[in-house]
T-cell receptor, first 114, second 111 residues
Framework: GAVVSQHPSRVICKSGTSVKIECRSL??????MFWYRQFPKKSLMLMAT?????????EQGVEKDKFLINHASLTLSTLTVTSAHPEDSSFYIC??????????FGSGTRLTVV | ELKVEQNPLFLSMQEGKNYTIYCNYS?????LYWYRQDPGKSLESLFV?????AVKQEGRLMASLDTKARLSTLHITAAVHDLSATYFC???????????FGTGTRLQVTL
């Protein structure tokens, strides 16, 4: 089946630094990827929709300059959390559409900003 | 804007019992998804329901969709401990091609 590989699975960074999270579609081409954020014991909130070769579409309230999304190829989308602060600590999950009705999710990245 | 609500938010049930999780959505959704999430893990796809009256079953889980009532249910039959997880439903809006997740139901199956 379609697999989305997400790295790293865990990252701890210092406040003020930037962190990049990668999502790769391993056996299919993902023209669109979705980035979600999940707080502990909460639901998934869509942050942005990433389209290959064009600018990402951000959801209302998501800071474009803080969460930089790049989708430079049909198999790779990246999310960079810039100048991270403790309030950015969260679980980030990417997802890709895999056909007419399916979505597959990455394994998630636990970001802790200290 | 599509809004999706689930109830209950938390469900503690004994092994062997049956129960239903409800998922209501606010506007037209052309598909309804159910996912399972274990602690610290990502989402595992359970079902996708495409039309009114759709019913799908896998093991002890059965999902159904009533588009007129804007309601989907996830029925658990004779629960076992392994079913303990958080279950999310998600609606799909065709024009934006994105998923809107429900609040989640944390299921705890006790002996």
């Amino acid at each position: 089946g379609a697999v989305v590989s997400q790295h790293p699975s865990r990252v701890i960074c210092k406040s003020g630094t930037s962190v990049k999270i990668e999502c790769r579609s391993l056996d299919f081409q993902a023209t669109t990827m979705f980035w979600y954020r999940q707080f502990p014991k909460k639901s998934l909130m869509l942050m942005a929709t990433s389209n290959e070769g064009s600018k990402a579409t951000y959801e209302q309230g998501v800071e474009k300059d803080k969460f930089l999304i790049n989708h430079a190829s049909l198999t790779l989308s990246t999310l960079t959390v810039t100048s991270a602060h403790p309030e950015d600590s969260s679980f980030y999950i990417c997802s890709a559409s895999t056909g007419a009705y399916g979505y597959t999710f990455g394994s998630g990245t636990r970001l802790t900003v200290v | 804007e599509l809004k999706v609500e689930q109830n209950p938010l938390f469900l503690s049930m004994q092994e062997g019992k049956n129960y239903t999780i409800y998922c209501n959505y606010s506007t037209t959704s052309d598909r309804l998804y159910w996912y399972r999430q274990d602690p610290g893990k990502s989402l595992e796809s359970l079902f996708v329901l495409l039309s009114n009256g759709a019913v799908k079953q896998e093991g002890r889980l059965m999902a159904s969709l009533d588009t007129k009532a804007r309601l989907s249910t996830l029925h658990i039959t004779a629960a076992v401990h392994d079913l303990s997880a958080t279950y999310f439903c998600a609606g799909h809006t065709g024009t934006a091609s994105k998923l809107t997740f429900g609040t989640g139901t944390r299921l705890q199956v006790t002996l």
